[in-house]
Structure formats: structure tokens, C-alpha cells
């Protein structure tokens, strides 16, 4: 990637805490970071929208969405935590290449940590419902005269890490680890492919897990389509 910035990193943090040093990391990475604290489950919806119709991304050569909120097993909610949570499937599907082409081809990266409320993993709880973001015009124009043999689906990277809300009751020099381990990561060790980096981030986890009761374990979940090996820095 050689874009500059390399794209825009937006970060929505629903909690309050442990962000910051991931702020700092992504534009030391040289990306354009935007940073949006304590969002209402609509204002999420609206600023994932938003992001995702910029046309700035055709400049860039990939995006970063990092989203920390409290949520459950399908769905992450803002600070009115009474609401219908916003699915989390749908955020993906705003960001495919039918509907922002402007990515299409380029990795789409996501970091996802959600401090599950409810302790009946077969709750089921109402979800938001929303429509996919308008194409405008000019987007319009692209999608019909622009062809690409690349799925939809291509190019994603999407790292989702559960942890009970309990844990959001210790003291505040308590970051998150899985918050933690990925920044120290992203910083220390850029020249390397993400994938690797990742896969030591869950090695990391573990070795934690075995060793504390289960209210204080990290559940990563990693899902990926990207098609080349993805290193954020060469510097």
C-alpha cells in the first residue's frame, strides 16, 4: 500500500477507555483517523453510513473500522444500551464491494471489541433494523461502468474479540488486552503480514485464559478473505 494516508481509520468508542493508544497507532501507521466517542446505536448506524458512501476512498489503498461497545452474540449497542442493538453482520454488508465500490479490491479491516451484557448466550434480543447505505451518483456511475472480476466479499479482515462487561468494572489502569496486545502489535512489529501478527495476538490470549476464571477470558474470533499477504508499513 502507498496511498497517503493509507486510508481512513474510523474508531467508535462506546466505552470510553482504551482507544486512545490505538488512535495513536494507526496514524503513526499513516492513516487518516477519525475518532467517535459515546455513539447511540442509531448514531453508529449513521456514521458507518457515512464513512462508508465517502468518496475519498478511491484515493486510498485500504480502510480500518475499530468499534468498541457493549453488545451480545450478534449485535453491538451504543450508550442507550435499552436499544435494539445494531447487527453485526450488517456492518460488513455496508462495506462490500456492490455497495461501496470505492474498496472494492482494496483490504477492508476490522477490530471489534464487544462486552457482552447478557450471560444467556441464547437470548434473543431485538436487533435494529436498517436499510444498506444509498449509492449517490457519482457512485452510481462507478458501480455500473466499473467491472471487476473480484467478489463482493473479498478483502476482508474481521477480528472479533468478546469479553464479559464485568470486566469493564476494574480499575481504570486495566486496559483490554486484546485492545493492548493489538496495538503493541501494530506498532512494534509493522513490517510484518497482519495475518501473522494476529494469529501471535491469539496465541497471546490464550496463554491469559488459562490462567484466570472465565469472567475475565477474551474470545477472538477471526475471519478473513483477503487474497495477498497484507503488511501495513514497509518503514
Not at 35 to 62: G, N, W
Not at 91 to 108: N, Y
Amino acid at each position: 500500500m502507498q496511498s497517503q494516508p493509507l486510508g481512513i481509520c474510523l474508531i467508535i468508542d462506546c466505552i470510553g477507555s482504551d482507544t486512545e493508544v490505538l488512535r495513536d497507532t494507526f496514524i503513526s501507521l499513516g492513516y487518516q483517523v477519525q475518532y467517535r466517542l459515546y455513539l447511540q446505536t442509531e448514531d453508529i448506524f449513521a456514521t458507518l453510513q457515512e464513512v462508508a458512501c465517502m468518496p475519498e476512498h478511491k484515493h486510498y489503498d485500504s480502510f480500518v473500522c475499530v468499534l468498541v461497545s457493549r453488545g451480545d452474540s450478534q449485535s453491538v449497542s451504543g450508550v442507550d444500551e435499552t436499544h435494539p442493538g445494531f447487527p453485526l453482520e450488517h456492518i460488513r454488508r455496508m462495506f462490500r464491494g456492490d455497495v461501496c465500490p470505492f474498496l472494492l479490491e482494496k483490504p477492508k479491516l476490522f477490530f471489534i471489541h464487544s462486552y457482552v451484557v447478557s450471560e444467556d448466550p441464547q437470548e434473543d434480543k431485538g436487533l435494529l433494523e436498517v436499510d444498506g447505505p444509498a449509492l449517490n451518483n457519482v457512485q452510481a456511475r462507478v458501480r455500473q461502468h466499473g467491472h471487476s472480476i473480484v467478489h463482493r466479499e473479498a478483502d476482508f479482515f474481521w477480528s472479533l474479540c468478546r469479553a464479559d462487561v464485568s470486566l469493564l468494572e476494574r480499575p481504570s489502569s486495566s486496559p483490554s488486552l486484546y485492545l493492548q496486545f493489538l496495538s503493541q502489535k501494530l506498532g512494534q512489529e509493522r513490517k510484518r503480514p497482519l495475518l501473522d501478527l494476529h494469529i501471535e495476538l491469539n496465541g497471546r490470549i490464550y496463554d491469559w485464559n488459562s490462567r484466570v476464571s472465565a469472567k475475565e477470558k477474551y474470545y477472538v474470533f477471526l475471519q478473513h478473505t483477503l487474497r495477498k499477504k497484507l503488511v501495513l508499513s514497509c518503514k
